[in-house]
């Protein structure tokens, strides 16, 4: 499994962009970089993936570099719903592979 | 998306009796079923990969006798948590992806099952 480095913790405040660093330079080749967070009491939920564009949803933008060795979650307008343990995790698209948590950004949120 | 529930969503248990928790898969089949446990303050832990018909694969450290899986149907796994003990008490996730092929397959996760071994 790929290694990844992620700040222990970031705090921003409301309607401000977030960006949430990951650093993953043992990344194979065929595994996509996958963000998920998780809020207080709650299973993990999904946020978005990547390859090697750099890709849009409702909820969040992934920027991935060139090399594929870092990424950058960015959620555009943080809310206080936002303030959660966001997790980077390289990982193939095989059915069968389970994610594995590192440790994660725990991001906090101020009105 | 796709939903996984689990049941109960939390229970509280004497020592030395068994739990069950339930993980199923509303509206998509699942080959492989995943199980985590994540205790106070910290990240969630793969315990065991569990396939459809098949014996579960366990993670280095955790006891198979301990944590029994059931993994009966494509919608339905179980996890019994056996002779539990104060330490056995945490946090239960269960999980699975879908099997699309030339598709992305979301991991799924499931709300939690929190167990308190008193």
């Known amino acids: 499994d790929a290694k990844t480095t992620q700040p222990n913790s970031m705090e921003s405040n409301e309607e401000e962009p977030v960006h949430l660093p990951c650093n993953h330079s043992?990344?194979?080749?065929?595994?996509?970089i996958h963000w998920y967070r998780q809020l207080p009491s709650q299973g993990p939920e999904y946020v978005i993936h990547?390859?090697?564009s750099n890709v849009n949803n409702r909820m969040a933008s992934l920027a991935i570099a060139e090399d594929r060795k870092s990424s950058t979650l960015i959620l555009h307008r943080a809310t206080l719903r936002d303030a959660a343990v966001y997790y980077c995790?390289?990982?193939?698209?095989?059915?069968?592979?389970?994610?594995?948590f590192g440790k994660g950004t725990t991001l906090s949120v101020s009105s | 998306g796709a939903v996984v529930s689990q049941h109960p969503s939390r229970v509280i248990c004497k020592s030395g009796t068994s739990v069950k928790i339930e993980c199923r898969s509303l509206d998509f089949q699942a080959t492989t079923m995943f199980w985590y446990r994540q205790f106070p303050k910290q990240s969630l832990m793969l315990m065991a990969t569990?396939?459809?018909?098949?014996?579960?694969?366990?993670e280095q450290g955790v006891e198979k006798d301990k944590f029994l899986i059931n993994h009966a149907s494509l919608t339905l796994s179980t996890l019994t948590v056996t002779s539990a003990h104060p330490e056995d008490s945490s946090f239960y996730i269960c999980s699975a992806r879908t099997g699309q092929i030339d598709s992305y397959n979301e991991q799924f996760f499931g709300p939690g099952t929190r167990l308190t071994v008193l």
């Open positions: 043992t990344i194979s080749g065929t595994d996509y």
């Open positions: 990547g390859l090697t």
């Open positions: 995790i390289p990982l193939s698209n095989q059915a069968g592979t389970a994610l594995i």
């Open positions: 569990s396939n459809e018909g098949s014996k579960a694969t366990y």
